[in-house]
């Protein structure tokens, strides 16, 4: 059986779409692509078990639609499996049509965070064969493919077509063991097309995942959650067992890790102690996502030692009332004193932050640029990313703004970021400015000399460049009268 996992180009005319693994869509100017983990370990754990795997990423090959069908057809994959998100769904549903005009007896597979939440819209809409629910869909891939090959019992989280009707396994259950996983094949999944991202410092940079996804996980704005209500993690000795790989057999020299949130306590304390005893830590950097409020100097100061360059925070917002309303889990001042303890560790935080609550007046959504400004201007934080907020389906923030009658539209192809879908007491144009604001907080003289006076060695020339030419796209992405 050939089985295609693939990304089907999509061409609207707005730019490269940030879909693989992403807990927000975007549409960037300035093209990025993030190594899709999951997706990624489905087509090596197929791979293992003899399945003949086909990885077709077309958007970070820069196929266009024609080459795309091309290529199917030549292929000629038994099933394709597709990760989609809320913008692009009905796009998918289209190009499902399309494949199955060219190959009617190819099974066509479904899987992500909106198609989790809205299950039968797509099996109602569309002519896809199968929707996996849950975040752990490498294993319901192969459950599947098991099912179909040797007629292997359907786990439960599975959407399906029988005798002319839609029907479900139940709901998916998150009790895979990630240990069990194989280390991803990165040349069948073609590493170096993620080689080049704006987090790596780096060069050649790659991603892995030690859990999934958050320990906290709640959130009220994000969609994982929806896949992964549970949080689980790898151990450590796998973890570093698969780092030490990476570093001996691709000369990798930066990692982010993109569990939601990265481990603490004692996990976290003998992965720094073991990065440091194998000796990896002078030989690759490590990127993570951490919670403003959860480690102290002393832990700060162990990552660093330990490798690690590159912490995100969610800031979200510089107003108390946001966070709580978000159920958040922070203070306000958490995002300063984690700056800081983080700064002054040698480590490179990075701030993500959003505009467009519906309950945020502008007086409210500049104290998130004045927040921004005063971590930036002490030096406390390296880089941020601003967006607008968007309720996806599935999320507590999406079902609160259906019942408050907030949402501008279910048009979900008008969820892409590009407008803000929930009704403010901002305009349009007053969310992209504020958003724009954000993005230039950091762009002070100052701190600009600062970045100009830091760079030693080509890398760190080669960072601030494409950091720079990262901030400028992500101006254009935010252009006030843009779509």
């Not at 479900?168 to 280390?183: I, M």
Request: glycine content about 8%; aromatic content about 10%.
């Amino acid at each position: 059986m050939k089985i295609m996992i693939s990304y089907p180009p999509l061409e609207t005319g707005k730019g490269t779409p940030l879909l693989g693994q992403n807990r927000q869509f975007q549409w960037f100017n300035n093209p990025s692509y993030i190594y899709p983990v999951v997706p990624a370990t489905a087509a090596t754990l197929l791979k293992e078990k003899g399945y003949d795997v086909v990885w077709n990423d077309a958007i970070a090959e820069g196929w266009s639609h024609e080459k795309f069908l091309e290529f199917f057809e030549r292929e000629t994959p038994d099933l394709i499996a597709i990760e989609t998100k809320t913008p692009v769904v009905k796009m998918h549903w289209r190009i499902i049509g399309n494949l199955k005009k060219i190959n009617s007896e190819c099974i066509a597979v479904l899987f992500g965070d909106h198609v989790t939440a809205l299950p039968e819209e797509s099996m109602r809409n569309s002519k896809v064969d199968y929707v996996l629910t849950g975040g752990d869909y490498d294993f319901l891939l192969l459950n599947l493919c098991n099912h179909l090959t040797k007629n292997e019992g359907l786990e439960p989280g599975i959407w399906l077509r029988k005798n002319g009707r839609i029907r479900n396994t139940g709901k998916f259950a998150l009790k895979h063991d990630l240990n069990s996983l194989p280390f991803i094949d990165r040349k069948l999944t073609k590493w170096q097309l993620y080689k080049v991202n704006g987090n790596f410092k780096h060069l050649p940079g790659t991603y892995i995942m030690s859990g999934r996804d958050c320990w906290y996980h709640k959130c009220k704005f994000c969609s994982w959650p929806t896949l992964y209500p549970r949080f689980r993690v790898r151990s450590v000795r796998n973890v570093l067992d698969e780092i030490g790989l990476l570093i001996k057999h691709l000369g990798i020299r930066e990692i982010m890790d993109d569990t939601g949130t990265f481990p603490v306590g004692k996990w976290l304390e003998d992965f720094c102690k073991g990065m440091i005893e194998r000796g990896y830590n002078g030989k690759i950097s490590i990127d993570c996502n951490m919670r403003a409020n959860a480690l102290n100097q002393e832990q700060y100061n162990l990552m660093a030692k330990a490798g690690f360059r590159l912490v995100l925070y969610g800031l979200e917002s510089g107003n108390q009332k946001t966070l709580d309303r978000l159920d958040k889990g922070t203070k306000v001042d958490d995002i300063t004193n984690a700056c800081r303890a983080a700064a002054n560790a040698g480590l490179s935080p990075h701030l993500t932050a959003m505009v467009g609550y519906p309950w945020e007046t502008k007086e409210d959504a500049e104290r998130s640029v004045s927040l921004a400004k005063e971590i930036f201007k002490n030096s406390w934080a390296d880089t941020l990313q601003a967006t607008i907020v968007i309720p996806y389906p599935g999320t507590r923030l999406f079902a609160e703004c259906k019942a408050k009658g907030l949402l501008k539209t279910e048009d979900w192809e008008r969820y892409d970021m590009r407008e803000p879908v929930i009704k403010s007491p901002l305009s349009e144009a007053e969310i992209k400015e504020l958003t724009q604001k954000l993005y230039k907080s950091f762009a002070s003289p100052k701190y600009v000399l600062k970045k100009l006076a830091s760079v030693r060695t080509a890398d760190d020339a080669r960072y601030v460049l494409r950091a720079a030419k990262a901030v400028l796209g992500h101006l254009k992405d935010f252009a006030i009268g843009g779509k």
